[in-house]
């Protein structure tokens, strides 16, 4: 915390001495600085200065990282950056299974998923994706959606078809480890039990020089969603997956 910062929220009472602390204070007003949301609520409220709409905190430590906020009349929301944020980036290895928890949440209305260079242990093993509410992962037979795509050559084909499946499959076929495909995912509607889920995916996959587009929607609404599973078919995956928060 700077050593100017504002920890404070102050207001003054008639006939009150107004000392050099006060003045100070005054001085360097700006959007008072707290440790946790626990510090913020003590600052705004009882003889100090009382909690009401538009007013700013710096908080150092939410849920591991610096926020900005602001108070709407009704409860503290937090501040986002426009364009894309990154909300974790990781290199999961030789596992059957990709799992994402506490990476949703209300903050973003939609979001993108960067998969980089994966590779896979079985040649001609597939994903699967699904989502997540805290530890436990959607098993309804409610995905509906498919895929289709193009060869270099100009070879255009149907993919994978998904009509009520428990999850959806996002390409045909990956390469043994060393052929690494890329593949990028815009999933919405998973921060509001109220919205139907989707899923947009967009795949070039090595060395066969294939594209695939693909889409699905979630017939499920009644789960807040707040992460997401990628299964494979056979073997071990191996990537790098970045997630990003659009707003």
């Known amino acids: ?12 009472t008639a006939g009150e001495i107004l000392t050099a602390a006060n003045m100070n204070i005054s001085a360097r007003t700006g959007i008072p600085v707290f440790a946790d949301t626990t510090a913020r609520d003590a600052a705004f409220g ?31 929301q937090t501040l986002v950056s426009s364009g894309l944020n990154l909300i974790s ?24 998923i960067s998969l980089e260079q994966v590779t896979t242990s079985s040649a001609g093993s597939y994903m699967s994706f699904n989502l997540r509410y805290g530890s436990t992962t959607n ?31 996002i390409n045909t076929a990956l390469d043994p480890a060393g052929n690494g495909s890329t593949f990028n995912l815009i999933v919405s509607g998973v921060g ?12 070039a ?11 699905a929607i979630l017939q499920n609404d009644t ?5 997401f ?14 997630i990003y928060g659009l707003a």
């Open 1 to 12: 915390m700077g050593a100017n910062a504002q920890t404070s929220v102050p207001t003054f």
């Open 46 to 76: 009882g003889s100090k200065k009382t909690l009401a709409e538009g007013q700013y905190a710096y908080i150092e430590n939410i849920a591991g990282s610096a926020a900005t906020q602001y108070y709407d009349g009704a409860a503290w």
């Open 89 to 112: 980036r990781s290199t999961p290895t030789a596992a059957s299974t990709l799992t994402f928890d506490n990476v949703f949440s209300s903050t973003y209305a939609t979001y993108m």
């Open 139 to 169: 098993t309804a037979a409610s995905w509906y959606g498919g895929i289709f795509g193009a060869s270099y050559a100009g070879a255009t084909f149907a993919g994978n078809a998904t009509s009520g499946g428990t999850s959806f499959r």
């Open 192 to 203: 509001s039990a109220s919205l139907k889920p989707g899923v947009i995916t967009q795949n």
């Open 205 to 215: 996959e090595y060395p066969n020089g294939v594209v695939r587009n693909g889409s």
């Open 223 to 227: 789960q807040t969603y707040t992460g």
């Open 229 to 242: 599973i990628l299964t494979n078919s056979a073997g071990n995956l191996t990537a790098t997956v970045a």
